[in-house]
């Protein structure tokens, strides 16, 4: 109750604060122009950036995590669990911008010269891996972003799985089954609807991710309609309105960066929306084919 | 009569504790035999030394020899050993993620059948011998968690089945059972003989007197007495064996 309130509060307080520029111009904010001097704010550029970087991100972190969760489940002994356990719980627990700084001068300085400056100079042709490799991307706060979401999918597909009935097991061990076989038979699909929960709600998190974004991918306006290429800066929604809001006097500015987040409010809450849809949709056909 | 499967000192552990203590028993082929004995005895244990089920628990240890046909199970696959002697559990366990058909080809798609048609007709061939093909032939794509529990342990034999094995294991197969789904599990026992050694374990005598032909009795994990089910319960050798069947005893 206290929480749905909480909740209006916040949604019309952002609805009230972007009115001035919805109601100037509706369609403005998905332009690709966003020039304070001159009153036009596009940020259509900042829109896709948060949708690629955080698709990426998963797209990266689904395989990560399950290799993780299912070698913690069914190979590792005992020893390496308690290790990688441990390792998973502090991964999930450091700061985010903590991950920004280790971001910055860490992982962009050993992208820079393994992933980007080899990737580009051999498939440099394809327009998404062209152009100079300066360093801040949207690839570098893909990863980062991935390293910050493993945790999450990885802990709750760990859970899943070892929660897998042991008659399950048993009946497909006892069928000759290797190992691997009862996790793609048995385990993978007993926990399949929890883990793609888990990746909705990392993908969640990865949307509205603020520090260790705005610290790493550069907050440039180039990506993707002067560059596609991955390497390029870009920019989030959050990073456009964390690196300019304390710094906005325009009240047509001001506005526009509210407006921006209710957008990421609306993207995530329709995220989520459709997440329950489908585990409801599926939970209540579990034993149906 | 040949043996088809034999132990020979046959010890396990679960940890340091010792479950079995050095069971030597032969099965004959295309017979019936009945394990009983009291809770905890070490029947599950047992048969789970089989099939090489036991080994994966942790701390789970084996040490003597299993015989199938004369070969060593501990010297080979433990995949191919699986596939060759089959196992029904006391619980149903069908896969609820499978449909009916699904279910009972799981094991045959493991090892490598893939034609839908082939497949289809072991489906087909293995539901009738447990007698669910009419109940269930209408709609073979519904899940195979949806049908009854007497059903769904048919569905698990039918499981076990469709893998052509030479010798069946069942630890209580109908314990979790009602009386009419029993009674048709127990038939299917019969008519299994014909083809396959079965060994099954029972908590309830009278099941092992009517459907058995060699009963064994299991006390703290010793081999008390073997013999054929009907002088089992007529003359009983040791005196445990018969203040058992007599029923004065835990
Ligand atoms: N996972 C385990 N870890 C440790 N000890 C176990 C385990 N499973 C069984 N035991 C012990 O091994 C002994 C034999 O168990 P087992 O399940 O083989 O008995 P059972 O004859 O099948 O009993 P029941 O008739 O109740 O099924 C028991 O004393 C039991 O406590
Ligand atoms: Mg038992």
Partial sequence: MVVVFFFIMIFGMLLIRSFPAMAR??????????????????????????????????????????????????????????????????????????????????????????????????????????????????????????????????????????????????????????????????????????????????????????MAVTMVIGNSFMWPFSSISIFSPASTLTSKIASELYEAIDPFHVSSLIELGFLLLMITLSVNSLARLIVSRYSQRRYGT | MTTKLETKALS?????????????????????????????????TFIRCLNRMHELNPGGRVDGKVLLDGADIYGMDPMEVRRKIGMVFQKPNPFPNMSISDNVVAGIKLSGEKKKADLEGIAERALKSVGLYEEVKDDLRRSGASLSGGQQQRLCIARALAMEPEVILMDEPTSALDPASTSKIEELIRKLKSEITVIIITHNVSQAARISDKTAFLYLGELIEYGNTKEFFESPKSPITERYITGRFG
Avoid: N
Avoid at chain 1, 79 to 92: C, E, H, K, P, Y
């Fill in chain 2, 12 to 44: 396990a552990w679960f940890g340091r504790k010792q479950v079995l203590k050095g069971i030597s028993i032969a099965f004959e082929e295309r017979e019936v035999t009945a394990l009983v004995g009291p809770s905890g005895c070490g029947k599950s």
């Fill in chain 1, 25 to 210: 111009d509706p369609l403005m904010i998905f332009g690709s122009t966003w020039d304070v001097e001159a009153g036009i704010f596009g940020a259509a550029p900042a829109i896709i950036g948060t949708l690629v970087s955080s698709s990426i991100a998963i797209l990266f972190a689904v395989p990560i995590s399950l290799a993780i969760a299912v070698f913690f489940t069914e190979y590792a002994p005992s020893q390496i669990r308690t290790g990688l356990s441990v390792v998973i719980d502090m991964l999930a627990t450091i700061p985010s911008v903590i991950f920004g700084i280790w971001g910055l001068w860490i992982v962009a300085p050993l992208m820079k010269t393994f992933v980007q400056e080899p990737i580009s100079g051999s498939l440099g042709f394809i327009p998404i891996f062209s152009g100079p490799a300066y360093g801040l991307s949207l690839l570098l706060a893909s990863v980062i972003l991935t390293f910050m979401i493993v945790p999450i999918i990885t802990s709750i597909s760990i859970s899943l799985l070892s929660s897998t009935p042991v008659e399950l097991r048993e009946a497909m061990i006892s069928l000759g089954a290797t190992r691997w076989e009862v996790v793609r038979h048995v385990a993978l699909p007993f926990s399949k609807l929890g883990i793609f929960a888990a990746v909705m709600l990392a993908l969640g998190r990865a949307l509205g991710e603020t």
